[in-house]
């Protein structure tokens, strides 16, 4: 039983030795961190990992150094952050993945030596050791220069420690002594006494209690002055259990008591601590609330952002949609407008047309009538001369009225395309007599010279229904504006390889330049009339431009006001002729 | 020389009769006026007949189409016509274009445009264009006549009656057993549009038809042709008589 007792409170103790290390920061190894770290400051990770490793925030230092595990390649980072890994574990009892990361370090980590110390160290603590031995002779080995930071004398009382539990005790007696020795110089009081306390277990394991009883007291004494909590009671502790097993009993309960007191300021530091620790952990989660109320508040405003935003686009696209479909009718209307006014203007033309066609027509036809009456009258008082001129009027009469209507048929079939077209070879000077045939007595009458001089050779290539009613309207005209006594020639004029020139000359009232530009205009209204006491709609000459450009040819006009008027027509010529 | 044989084919009485004072006044010969499709056949088939003049409406139909196609259905019937129309319509038009040779004529007319019409169908049929109104040539040749434009107006010639032709700068004068007459073409086109089996040339001048020829005097370097006349034939065309089968 009492070596069972003290076998614990010799466990306790030398897992105390090895925090121990700790306790006294490495200095060397802490600068060359901060070296290294420097070096690699933009590695933000190994940064901060290395700075939650020197301020001990093991939970921290573990997720930065895997973070930065993951994505760095540098062979010493990476050697750098297995360690901190490894004493981050070691710190949180986590033994083996403590071991399985120190032995990822790679042999040329500049602080080898002291990855070797620590799996000493787990394995001790694992209670394997022989292996922690090994680990430890090791460390021996290497000079004390090698060493910078370790103190040897804790390798040797780790030494001695392995020795002690593989119940070697004269080398456990040897090493201890040796590390007790280097303490003493150091005057390394708490080592010293986590030593003394090994030694004396060391003596009283082989039940030479009076060897160890002064080392107890001696550890005892010293603890007396430490400060550490853990040493006091441990020390008074293993009194206590030496007293008892003296049978000192008073004395041993007083170190129990003593042992107890020990016990409870430690279990109130704890106390203490794990208050702390609860509140520590409350403000977390508030400051974790606050962080969930910001994140969702955050949220919130995203989404509220994400919709304004969505709902503004869907009105600009709207509103550019509506501004294009807007844009699209008003351009319709536009072109819809212009086409009503063109309809409406080509509405009035025909309005217009009709008008003066009806005009005439009634005006002609009202003639006829009054011309038929006079006949009449004449017939019955029997005045035959007056009989011969009255029926040469009506026949003038009826004539122009018989044109008027054809152009008027002509000038529908044209619009409608209805009309038969055909071109081919025509004898051009017959054509023209043929035409002229008709109006043989009108100029007789109207007493007009008249002299067809078209080349006979002249072959035009063109339809001869509408080349007669070209030709027709314009000897009409030439007639209608003729005086009495006055010349019509019609004749060709040399002609090219490709058109033949007919001129229909007369010698007429002519035209001022202002009204030849308006009839050869290209436009499908009629002209105002200049003559109002002279038939005519401007339909002839519409009808005859329209036809003239359907055959291929052209349309020329010369005049001088009371001299005359030339009328140039260019018609294709008949090329197979040979 | 003969006057023409025309047909009418008018249903509408007042104008056809037009058409007749103004055909007859320049001296066609009117061999008949049909006013119906049948009609129409019938006349036309037992009749001489030249030129037909068709209205293409006959009673409100467009038989005249209807006749002009059932002549061209055989091809050595055919006679130059030209159409008569009143309206432009196309339709009309299109079906009557196929008709070939197809020359028409708007109504109203006037006597020159039809007579025109009729020497322009009579060109077109025999595919010699523009020979009456040119300056050289008065005269289109056919298989078996000759139509010459003498004024106005259009005459024939049976080619059988001709006994030989006489050339003359760029006349050449027509001598048939009654008449002798001169028409405007070259020597050169009356060769070529002439049955060279029975026409040949005797001397740079003359063109003979060898079936009229009686005799041979080769010693004289003459041809007796009916109703006694001579005819020189010169060394460089002396061949010809190889042509015919000389009885020894």
């Known amino acids: 039983m009492i070596n069972r007792v003290l076998t614990t409170s010799l ?12 306790l006294q920061k490495e200095n060397l190894m802490s600068t060359a961190i901060k070296v290294k770290a420097q070096k690699f400051k933009e590695n933000t990770n190994f940064y901060k990992a290395q700075n939650f490793f020197l301020q001990n925030n093991w939970d921290s230092t573990l997720v930065y150094s895997m973070k930065e595990i993951n994505e760095s390649r540098n062979k010493e980072i990476l050697d750098y952050c297995h360690y901190f890994r490894a004493i981050s574990f070691k710190e949180k009892k986590l033994l083996d993945e403590s071991k ?83 303490q003493e110089i150091e005057k390394d009081t708490l080592l010293l006494i986590g030593s ?55 004395l041993a309960l007083n170190y129990r008591k003593e042992y107890e007191k020990w016990k409870d300021s430690l279990n109130d530091q704890n106390k203490v601590w794990a208050i702390a620790d609860l509140e520590k952990k409350f403000a977390i989660k508030q400051k974790q609330k606050e962080v969930d109320i910001l994140e969702a508040e955050n949220k919130i405003k995203a989404a509220e952002r994400n919709g ?59 003639a006829l009538k009054t011309s038929n009456g006079k006949l009449i009258e004449n017939l019955k008082s029997k005045n035959f001369t007056e009989l011969d001129t009255l029926l040469h009027t009506n026949s003038t009469i009826a004539n122009s009225t018989y044109n008027l209507l054809d152009n008027l048929l002509n000038w529908a079939l044209l619009q409608t395309k209805q009309s038969y077209f055909f071109k081919e070879s025509l004898h051009l000077a017959s054509i023209v007599q043929h035409v002229e ?57 040399t002609s090219t390889e ?10 007429g009232v002519g035209m001022s330049e202002n009204t030849i530009s308006d009839l050869l205009k290209d436009t499908m209204l009629l002209s105002k009339k200049e003559n109002d006491d002279i038939i005519g709609t401007g339909l002839g000459l519409q009808l005859c431009k329209s036809m003239i450009y359907k055959n291929g040819g052209s349309l020329e006009i010369e005049s001088k006001e009371n001299v005359g008027t030339k009328i140039i027509i260019a018609l294709q010529k008949f090329k197979n002729h040979g | 020389m003969d006057n023409i044989n025309v047909l009418i084919i008018e249903d509408t009485v007042s104008e056809s009769d037009a058409l007749v004072k103004v055909l007859t006044d320049n001296n066609y010969n009117i061999v008949g006026i049909a006013s119906t499709y049948n009609e129409a056949l019938a006349l036309f088939y037992n009749n001489v007949v030249d030129i037909v003049v068709i209205d293409v409406f006959l009673d409100g139909k467009p038989d005249g189409i209807t006749f002009a196609e059932t002549i061209n259905i055989v091809p050595n019937s055919v006679k130059p016509f030209v159409f008569l129309t009143n309206s432009k319509d196309r339709q009309i038009f299109e079906r009557a274009k196929l008709t070939k040779p197809f020359s028409f004529l708007m109504k109203p007319f006037n006597e020159l445009e039809i007579l025109y019409a009729m020497e322009m169908a009579v060109e077109k049929f025999y595919q010699q264009l523009n020979v009456f109104h040119s300056e050289d040539q008065n005269t289109v040749v056919s298989n078996d006549s000759l139509f010459i434009k003498k004024k106005k107006a259009l005459k024939k010639v049976c080619i059988e009656d001709i006994l030989y032709i006489e050339v003359e700068d760029r006349y050449c004068n027509i001598i048939t057993e009654t008449e002798k007459f001169v028409i405007l073409i070259s020597l050169t086109k009356i060769i070529e549009l002439l049955d060279p089996m029975q026409f040949v040339r005797t001397h740079r001048n003359f063109i003979v038809n060898s079936n009229k020829i009686l005799e041979i005097v080769l010693s004289d370097n003459l041809i007796v042709l009916k109703g006694n006349h001579h005819v020189t034939l010169s060394e460089k065309y002396k061949d010809v008589i190889g042509k015919f089968t000389v009885l020894k």
């Open chain 1, 196 to 250: 003394y306390m090994d030694i004396a277990t060391l003596y009283y394991q082989q039940y030479k209690d009076n060897q160890a009883i002064p080392y107890f007291e001696k550890a005892y004494q010293l603890s007396q002055k430490a400060k550490s909590l853990e040493l006091k009671q441990n020390a008074t502790l293993n009194m206590a259990v030496v007293e008892e097993n003296r049978k000192n009993f008073p």
């Open chain 1, 11 to 22: 466990l306790l103790f030398s897992l105390f030795v090895f925090s121990q290390t700790h």
């Open chain 1, 498 to 507: 490709e058109y033949c020139y007919l001129v229909i000359e007369d010698t």
């Open chain 1, 308 to 366: 304004f935003l969505a709902s503004s686009i869907l009105l600009l696209i709207l509103f550019g949609t509506g501004i294009y479909f807007y844009r699209q009718k008003i351009k319709k209307n536009r072109i819809i407008l212009k086409q009503k006014n063109e309809l409406d203007e080509l509405n009035a033309t025909k309005d217009k047309l009709f008008s003066i066609v009806s005009h005439d027509l009634r005006s002609s036809v009202n």
């Open chain 1, 100 to 182: 399985k990361e120190l032995n990822q370090i790679s042999s040329g980590f500049p602080f080898s030596y002291k990855v070797k110390m620590k799996l000493g160290e787990i394995a001790l603590s694992k209670n394997n050791f022989k292996l922690a031995l090994q680990y430890f002779h090791e460390t021996e080995k290497l000079t004390n220069k090698q060493l910078y930071d370790i103190k040897f004398s804790t390798v040797l009382h780790n030494i001695g420690l392995c020795y002690l539990h593989l119940e070697n005790y004269e080398k456990a007696e040897e090493y201890l002594f040796k590390s007790a020795k280097r």
């Open chain 1, 437 to 493: 045939y008709n109006y043989k007595p009108l100029m007789l009458s109207k007493n007009i010279g008249f002299k067809n001089e078209v080349a006979k050779s002249e072959y035009v290539f063109a339809d001869t229904d509408s080349l007669k009613i070209i030709i027709r309207n314009f000897l009409d005209n030439a007639i209608k504006f003729s005086k009495e006594n006055g010349l019509i020639s019609i004749y060709t004029r």
